[in-house]
């Protein structure tokens, strides 16, 4: 079992279409991320949220941690083909551990 | 500057012999990681160092893993011996955690994609 479960899990859209990817768990997070990894490459940071209701945008891309820190969604507006790839929440239990727990990613496939 | 950097890239062996992956984290980063990624298990924490200590290892599937930091510049991932269960991507990573919250941006290496036959 996930400790954090993302869905879905495959999704493939239409350029310019908007999605929204979920990330849930039953337990509380002092910070999460959003990664996104590329085939061949190692995941990359896109995001990090620490505090409950926050809500932080990146150009198309905007992320929300829920009030009580145990979701999180990543939204994207007028997908595109540079957009494809895998996405990844990432969680730290607690604020004085290294640890990251890894959801098991969402791949995005933009068609032009 | 350059990134995290692993070796080899890919690596086919044969079960029952020795493997060993090796990363060079970021100059001046304190903590290190190792990972493996497979479509099934997704993207699992296998031990991670501060300061070329080892933190946890909890999940080091078996024995036969075994991870070392000798010095703050190099890290290895050996596994002996391997099995074609072990057939993965391993990713290392490095960050530089800040005292007040652990927001902290992991830096990931390009991975090493083992097969074992």
């Known amino acids: 079992t996930q400790l954090l479960e993302q869905s879905p899990q495959f999704l493939s859209i239409q350029e310019g279409e908007n999605l929204t990817v979920y990330c849930n768990s039953s337990s509380v997070f002092s910070s999460l991320q959003w990664y996104r990894q590329e085939p061949g490459e190692g995941p990359v940071l896109l995001v990090t949220v620490v505090t409950g209701g926050e809500v932080k945008k990146l150009k198309r891309l905007t992320f929300q941690f829920g009030d009580a820190r145990k979701d999180s969604s990543l939204h994207i507006t007028a997908a595109q083909p540079g957009d494809t790839g895998l996405y990844l929440c990432?969680?730290?239990?607690?604020?004085?551990?290294?640890?990251?727990?890894f959801g098991q990613g969402t791949t995005l496939q933009v068609k032009p | 500057d350059a990134g995290v950097i692993q070796s080899p890239r890919h690596e086919v062996t044969e079960m029952g012999q020795e493997v060993t992956l090796r990363c060079k984290p970021i100059s001046g980063h304190d903590y290190l990681f190792w990972y493996r990624q497979t479509m099934m298990r997704g993207l699992e924490l296998l031990i991670y160092f501060n300061n070329n200590v080892p933190i946890d290892d909890s999940g080091m599937p078996e024995d036969r893993f075994s991870a070392k930091m000798p010095n703050a510049s190099f890290s290895t991932l050996k596994i002996q011996p391997s099995e074609p269960r072990d057939s993965a991507v391993y990713f290392c990573a490095s960050s530089l955690i800040g005292y007040s919250t652990f927001t902290d941006t992991q830096y990931f290496g390009p991975g090493t994609r083992l097969t074992v036959l």
């Open positions: 990432a969680g730290r239990l607690t604020s004085n551990t290294g640890k990251l727990i």
